[in-house]
C-alpha cells in the first residue's frame, strides 16, 4: 500500500481539474491505497519573498499552511497535482505552493513518483506543456522522483464542463496504476 497525496490546486466550485483529481484518488483507493486529498481553496499560503532562509533553517518564516502540505507531499509515496491551465501555464495557486516548498529541498523525502493532471480551455495537446515543463523543474530538484503520468483534458472552460469526458477514465485509470 502507497501513500498518496493529491493536491488539486483550482480554486473555483466545481473546477474541471479538481473532479480529474477526485477520479484519479478513487483509482488509487480503489486499488488499496492510503489517499488523501488537499485542496488549495480556503487555505493560506502567502507568497515566497525568497529569503532562503529556509535552506540553513528547514523552515520557512512565514506562519501559513504551507508547513502541514509540505509535510503530507515528504511523507507520500506518490504526488498527484491537479491544476487548470491558465495562459498555457499551471494555475498561480499551484506555482505559489511550488515556490514555498523550497524548504523541502534539504530534507529527506519519500516520494518517487509524481502525476499531472491538467484541464484547459484550449484543446490543442500542446497547452499543457509549459506547467507539465513547470512540474519538471521542481520534480528536477528531488533526484530520485519522476514524472509518471501526465492525463490532459481540454475543451473544458465551464465548471463541471468534464462531466462524461474520457479523461475522467483516464484519471481513475492512472490513479489505479500507481
Known amino acids: 500500500m502507497k501513500k498518496v497525496v493529491v493536491i488539486s490546486t483550482s480554486l473555483r466550485v ?23 486529498k488537499i485542496s488549495l481553496r480556503g487555505k493560506d499560503i502567502k507568497f515566497c519573498i525568497g529569503c532562503l532562509s529556509c535552506q ?3 523552515a520557512c518564516v512565514f506562519k501559513d499552511d504551507v508547513p502541514a502540505i509540505m509535510d503530507k507531499v515528504l511523507n507520500a509515496d506518490v504526488v498527484c497535482w491537479a491544476t487548470p491551465i491558465y495562459y498555457y501555464e499551471m494555475s498561480g495557486q499551484m506555482k505559489t505552493l511550488i ?9 529527506d523525502y519519500r516520494f518517487r513518483d509524481i502525476y499531472l493532471l491538467t ?11 509549459r506547467a507539465e515543463s513547470g ?10 522522483a519522476s514524472l509518471k503520468g501526465h492525463v490532459f483534458s481540454g475543451g473544458v472552460s465551464d465548471a463541471r ?10 484519471a481513475y ?3 489505479a496504476r500507481v
Open 14 to 36: 466545481g473546477s474541471n481539474s479538481d473532479m480529474l483529481a477526485d477520479k484519479f484518488a478513487e483509482g488509487a483507493k480503489a486499488s488499496g491505497h492510503d489517499v488523501e
Open 56 to 58: 540553513t533553517t528547514g
Open 99 to 107: 515556490d514555498r516548498m523550497n524548504a523541502m529541498y534539504p530534507k
Open 119 to 129: 484541464t484547459a480551455a484550449e484543446d490543442d495537446e500542446a497547452t499543457p506543456q
Open 135 to 144: 512540474l519538471c523543474g521542481w520534480i528536477d530538484c528531488f533526484g530520485k
Open 161 to 170: 464542463d468534464i462531466e462524461g469526458n474520457d479523461t475522467l477514465q483516464e
Open 173 to 175: 485509470e492512472m490513479g
